[in-house]
């Protein structure tokens, strides 16, 4: 009874603690609503309601939007007045415009954020540490055309740049006679580019640059859109609100990352100190942040442009992947392209070629061979006389004459021999065109691998950074000391190493890639990574074989399987049985061919062209010497002894065969020993992925637990940049073991001849089926 009294008396106490709590009201007048900003909307209530929410009941009211017209801006604020907003926030550069051109008595504490740029501040004169107008405040932030095109040129030298900008920007405030103005003296163009609402940008086709000012009209996918086609047309780009449209895919900004949640913090702390009862006449209007420039290093790759080593870090660094509209090609689309390309492949098929030429080459003995020949003669007049007409002064004869084989047991073995040494020849190409496939996959994983370990060093490299900034804020603070600070500048200078050299890998993993697909040195094409383990249908087949591994009996009858298929799928094997076939059709050449007549048929037609000279004329009685001729003859020759070299070659035969037989025996207790070494390495690398993936949950959150603790003083620098390493290598390990478990699965396919990837989904499944059925039988 007495529990349940106490209980009855602390939730009274609470109900009492809340009722006596004020409420307080907050309209929020906006130029144009989006998905954007209701989500900073969104940021912006949770940070107020953090700070605040804690004395008042915060009742936000409707979000009134203006649809960047100042006029009805001015209805809002009177609504927001007459519904009893007990303090009103002001955001957009049409509602700062309406403020500047109403004489507004502020009954009701006002807060403006106008994000007006601090160029054309003289214009709207709110140039004042504070408003010195009762409840009435705003804020003034670092933004300014001319510091943005004076970083923007130290970083790209263009001379005719494009500045997009919302088109109600350009009417509600004096850009353009500030643009004339201040850039008069300067070396290049400008050109105003204006953002109307549900329009697509049209870039000028002599621009240059591109400076992208106020784009608040464009959706996110119109945005992307726009960054798009200028990186697609190469211009270098540059944001002036900040690091997310960097990471969009825009080339740099000079505005950092933390301002939107800086600029939300101070208006939550000045909502703060004017419900606590201070006039807003008196709050400071100035936002101080340090400006940092961020450079996409996607895109200056894209672009050409050359990141130095000490830029890398000096510059705050994006490498988000981004689409700059360029062809990326998946590992089956390599792999098509490098049977057709590469240059080693060419070489094979030149082989084959030359092969084919000798099975026409055999084929031709059987061929009839025909022969024209022609002559003259001059015999002496005395001896012409005597021939009696036979052999006259002067004689021109010609003959044309026909060898056919009809049988020959050696031409007839070297057409079988050659057949077999082409589909031998045949065979060899296609072992040569598996082991280029697996060297295509493992160069593109190897890619894969080196572009992976760059970005992990960029994070690490960005995550040193975050934790040299901590050690400064603790020196600050008096928590920390100078050797911290020089402990992280070491670091810093060691990641920037790292990274160096993680850039140069993938540079030379390209360099891989353009030698197996013939293309030159200088092209750097982009890898889909389509293979990126965990994706649905990969884990699926992962899992199943973790499952099908992890069963002793089912492994050992999985290897069975495979080496089964590796035997009759091995171009090697079926090579050697075409070498078999060629050598045993020599052996019985050698050994029956002594005993095989060779029939041919011989022909010869013979003609006189020209008779004339002494000898001419024929003694009485001697009939016509006729001018043509002809004889045909059939002859047969049988090889009964050739100084005993066909029992040699009998034997050398002989001993080649069982070479060969040797050689097949060889090759498959290799095929064996491999498919058994795969599988265990298979799985290795699935122990690897599987502890790597624990690893990398325990060292992310020790690392995050070691940057409070470190800000706080608890533990000493060592410990947050061991924990950090710990990180490092952990993501790494991961990464690795990810791209190793396919480029070991790649070894596999290409053990038994069979790379599921480029072989239709016909085979594939039939292959599943086989494996299937023999595991289950």
Not at 8 to 15: E, P, Q
Not at 129 to 143: A, C, D, V
Request: proline share 3%; glycine share 4%.
């Amino acid at each position: 009874m007495k529990k349940y009294l106490l209980l009855t008396c602390y939730v009274f106490m609470l109900s009492l603690s809340l009722f006596a709590q004020e409420k307080l009201s907050i309209g929020i007048m906006v130029d144009a609503k989006s998905i954007d900003n209701q989500t900073l909307y969104e940021q912006l209530t949770s940070e107020i309601n953090h700070l605040v929410g804690k004395e008042y009941v915060i009742d936000f009211q409707e979000v009134l939007s203006c649809d960047n017209d100042p006029q009805k801006a001015r209805l809002n604020y009177k609504t927001l007045v007459d519904n009893k907003a007990d303090i009103i926030l002001s955001f957009g550069i049409a509602n700062s415009i309406m403020f500047y051109e109403s004489n507004i008595e502020f009954e009701v504490p006002t807060i403006l954020l106008g994000f007006v740029n601090k160029d054309i501040i003289d214009e709207i004169p709110f140039r004042q540490k504070s408003s010195g107008i009762k409840n009435f405040t705003y804020f003034i932030t670092p933004y300014s055309y001319k510091d943005d095109l004076k970083d923007f040129s130290q970083l790209v030298k263009y001379q005719h740049v494009g500045i997009v900008v919302d088109d109600y920007v350009l009417e509600l405030t004096p850009i353009v006679s500030f643009l004339e103005h201040a850039l008069a003296a300067e070396d290049f163009k400008y050109t105003l580019i204006p953002v109307q609402k549900g329009q697509k940008v049209d870039l000028p086709s002599d621009i240059d640059a591109v400076y992208v000012n106020s784009v608040s009209q464009l959706s996110k996918s119109e945005l992307l859109d726009l960054i798009t086609e200028i990186n697609t047309k190469k211009l270098p780009s540059f944001s002036a609100y900040g690091v997310k449209e960097v990471e969009m895919g825009i080339l740099a900004t000079n505005q950092p990352k933390v301002n939107i949640d800086q600029i939300f913090r101070r208006i939550a702390l000045t909502l703060e100190a004017i419900s606590s009862g201070e006039d807003a006449a008196t709050l400071p209007v100035e936002i101080n942040y340090d400006k940092e420039l961020t450079i996409n290093l996607q895109v200056a790759d894209w672009l050409g442009l050359n990141v130095t080593n000490s830029e890398l870090v000096q510059y705050n660094l994006v490498d988000e992947k981004i689409n700059l509209n360029q062809e990326q090609f998946s590992l089956k689309q390599l792999m098509n392209l490098m049977v057709n390309q590469n240059l080693e492949l060419d070489v094979e098929r030149k082989n084959i070629e030359l092969k084919n030429q000798e099975v026409k080459l055999s084929k031709s003995n059987y061929l009839p061979e025909v022969a024209v020949n022609a002559g003259g003669n001059y015999l002496n007049p005395e001896m012409a006389e005597l021939s009696f007409g036979q052999n006259p002064e002067y004689m021109v004869n010609g003959n044309v004459q026909l060898n056919q084989t009809i049988y020959s047991a050696a031409a007839s073995a070297n057409i079988s021999i050659s057949k077999s040494n082409l589909k031998a020849q045949k065979e060899e190409y296609n072992a040569k065109e598996l082991d280029a496939l697996l060297e295509i996959g493992t160069a593109y994983f190897n890619t894969l691998i080196f572009d992976a370990n760059k970005h992990i060093q960029f994070q690490n490299l960005s995550l040193t950074k975050e934790n040299l900034k901590l050690s400064e804020q603790n020196i600050e603070l008096g928590v920390g000391g100078k050797s911290d600070l020089l402990r992280f500048r070491s670091q810093l200078a060691q990641n920037t190493q790292s990274m160096i050299e993680a850039k140069n890998a993938e540079a030379q993993s390209h360099l891989v890639l353009n030698q197996l697909l013939n293309l030159p040195m200088e092209e750097n094409i982009a890898l889909k990574d389509s293979l990126m383990l965990f994706n649905e249908k990969t884990l699926s087949e992962y899992n199943a074989l973790i499952s099908l591994l992890d069963n002793p009996r089912d492994r050992m009858l999985l290897i069975d399987f495979l080496v089964d298929e590796a035997k009759v799928n091995a171009p090697e094997l079926k090579g050697i049985e075409y070498s078999k076939e060629a050598i045993n059709r020599n052996y019985k050449l050698q050994k029956n061919g002594r005993f095989l007549p060779t029939v041919a048929l011989q022909g010869q037609y013979n003609q006189f062209l020209y008779r004339d000279g002494a000898g001419m004329n024929l003694p009485a009685g001697f009939p016509d010497v006729p001018l043509n001729n002809y004889t045909v003859g059939v002859n047969v020759s049988i090889p009964i002894f050739q100084q005993n070299t066909r029992n040699i070659n009998q034997q050398k035969t002989k001993i080649q065969y069982d070479q060969l037989l040797v050689q097949k025996n060889q090759f498959e207790v290799g095929i064996d020993k491999y498919i058994h070494e795969i599988i265990l390495a298979l799985t290795n690398e699935i122990a690897n992925i599987e502890i790597s993936k624990s690893n990398l949950e325990v060292s992310q959150e020790n690392v995050a637990l070691s940057q409070d603790e470190y800000a706080n003083g608890i533990i000493p620098v060592i410990q947050l940049i061991d924990a950090q390493n710990d990180f490092l290598e952990t993501q790494l390990a991961l990464t690795t073991a990810q791209y190793n478990y396919f480029m070991v699965s790649l070894q596999l396919q290409r053990a038994i001849g069979h790379f599921f990837i480029i072989s239709s989904e016909e085979k594939n499944t039939a292959f599943m089926a086989r494996a299937m059925k023999y595991i289950r039988q």
